[in-house]
């Protein structure tokens, strides 16, 4: 029996065992150490299906469980990076940029900048700035991960990091801090042309054009 199929079957037997509507047995199975693994692994059953409402539900409770449980801790930072990605995939870019935002602090407070993890969340985080027309922010966490990630590959003798992983992350923050800098240009020039045909028009009406 595989470890995932005996959390779900033991949160599906403390689910059945109680009634859920007692806030006493609700707060003590939020404490169980089973219960985030439960939710995680409900979490990745609704996310396959595409059921993202659901899997966002199940990822929520499972980062309320982590960070009850665990308190500022890794675990705690997984979930809430998980609730994250699905709720990045509603297209909730506000949401999303604070639950990504919550994991990167809490990864960067027990982590540190020098960490895989670290560096895929502050490429998860430039990507949702890049969506939102943050064009400067977005330029700003892209190069915090791609440093991240350089700090990590020089350590690469004594962590354990998934080089493939790793190159992923690498490349979609450059790629995410081309694209900032290229808009921010875009940005830029079209602001000076509006400005020019401002002056242009203000100028025929003073000549009586």
């Known amino acids: 029996m595989s470890p995932h199929y005996r959390v779900a079957n033991v949160w599906w037997l403390l689910s059945r065992s109680f009634?859920?509507?007692?806030?006493?047995?609700?707060?003590?199975?939020?404490?169980?150490p089973l219960t985030v693994d439960?939710?995680?692994?409900r979490r990745a059953i609704w996310d396959r299906l595409s059921l993202f409402e659901r899997a966002t539900a199940?990822?929520?409770?499972?980062?309320?469980?982590?960070?009850?449980?665990?308190?500022?801790?890794?675990?705690?930072a997984t979930a809430l990076a998980h609730l994250g990605d699905?709720?990045?995939?509603?297209g909730c870019l506000?949401?999303?940029?604070?639950?990504?935002?919550?994991?990167?602090?809490?990864?960067?407070?027990?982590?540190?900048?020098r960490d895989a993890s670290t560096a895929s969340s502050y490429r998860t985080l430039a990507y949702l700035m890049l969506r939102s027309g943050q064009y400067?922010?977005?330029?700003?966490?892209?190069?915090?991960?791609?440093?991240?990630?350089?700090?990590?590959?020089?350590e690469r003798g004594r962590t354990r990091v998934n080089d493939e992983d790793m190159v992923t992350v690498m490349t979609e923050a450059r790629d995410v801090v081309m694209q900032a800098r290229c808009r921010q240009q875009q940005t830029t020039q079209?602001?000076?042309?509006?400005?020019?045909?401002?002056?242009?028009?203000?100028?025929?009406?003073?000549?009586?054009?």
């Open 19 to 32: 009634n859920l509507s007692d806030g006493i047995i609700r707060n003590k199975l939020a404490g169980h």
């Open 38 to 41: 439960g939710l995680s692994c």
């Open 58 to 76: 199940a990822a929520r409770g499972a980062a309320e469980a982590a960070v009850r449980r665990h308190g500022d801790h890794p675990r705690s």
């Open 86 to 90: 699905e709720i990045v995939k509603r």
């Open 94 to 113: 506000n949401e999303a940029i604070e639950a990504v935002t919550a994991a990167l602090s809490m990864r960067v407070r027990v982590l540190g900048q």
């Open 136 to 154: 400067d922010q977005a330029e700003r966490f892209g190069l915090a991960a791609v440093d991240a990630c350089a700090a990590v590959t020089d």
């Open 190 to 209: 079209s602001s000076v042309s509006v400005k020019r045909v401002w002056c242009c028009n203000k100028a025929e009406k003073k000549l009586g054009f």
